[in-house]
T-cell receptor, first 107, second 114 residues
């Protein structure tokens, strides 16, 4: 089956710093989403982005489907950005998750 | 608009007991799925359904049964709970499994099997 790898596994930032999270996948996909899992365990949709670039406030994402990767950019990080960021890809009717990047933002 | 609703939020079972985790969505989504999340790991797909009356296995289906009699509901059954099934379970739905659709998740059920 399709493999989804995320890097880095852990990231520690001071408030105000910028960061880039990466998602690599091993096969062509129909769908790619980024999620944020907050400290209470809730999964929140960030982006639906099978290709191209999208921006939402301080967050933006780019997917290069032909090269099988996606990037999530977080600018001017805040403590509320802490949590785990997952990318998930859809291939043959199955939405498959990566293992996530755990982000901790300190004041 | 309630979205995806999971019940219960917390459950403790003894080994060998059975139970059903409930999932309901009110968005008229065709596609529903169940995941489990273990500490330090991503979400792993248990079972999924592309529409009423149709179900299929995901990455980790053993020990779990599902059925889809209506578009709205997709219950997950543990017939004989084992400690290895201690996990957080998430239900998700989307309009369809293919392109141009987003998946939405319930708030999770934390299950402990002792």
């Amino acid at each position: 089956g399709i493999q989804v790898e995320q890097s880095p596994p852990d990231l520690i930032l001071q408030e105000g710093a910028n960061s880039t999270l990466r998602c690599n996948f091993s096969d062509s996909v129909n769908n790619l989403q980024w999620f944020h899992q907050n400290p209470w365990g809730q999964l929140i949709n960030l982006f639906y982005i099978p290709s191209g670039t999208k921006q939402n406030g301080r967050l933006s994402a780019t997917t290069v489907a032909t090269e099988r990767y996606s990037l999530l950019y977080i600018s001017s990080s805040q403590t509320t950005d802490s949590g785990v960021y997952f990318c998930a890809v859809e291939n043959t009717d199955k939405l498959i998750f990566g293992t996530g990047t755990r982000l901790q933002v300190f004041p | 608009n309630a979205g995806v609703t999971q019940t219960p939020k917390f459950q403790v079972l003894k080994t060998g007991q059975s139970m059903t985790l409930q999932c309901a969505q009110d968005m008229n989504h065709e596609y529903m799925s169940w995941y489990r999340q273990d500490p330090g790991m991503g979400l792993r797909l248990i079972h999924y359904s592309v529409g009423a009356g149709i179900t299929d296995q995901g990455e980790v289906p053993n020990g779990y049964n599902v059925s889809r009699s209506t578009t709205e509901d997709f219950p997950l059954r543990l017939l004989s709970a084992a400690p290895s099934q201690t996990s957080v379970y998430f239900c998700a739905s989307s309009y369809s499994p293919g392109a141009h659709t987003e998946a939405f998740f319930g708030q999770g059920t934390r299950l402990t099997v002792v």
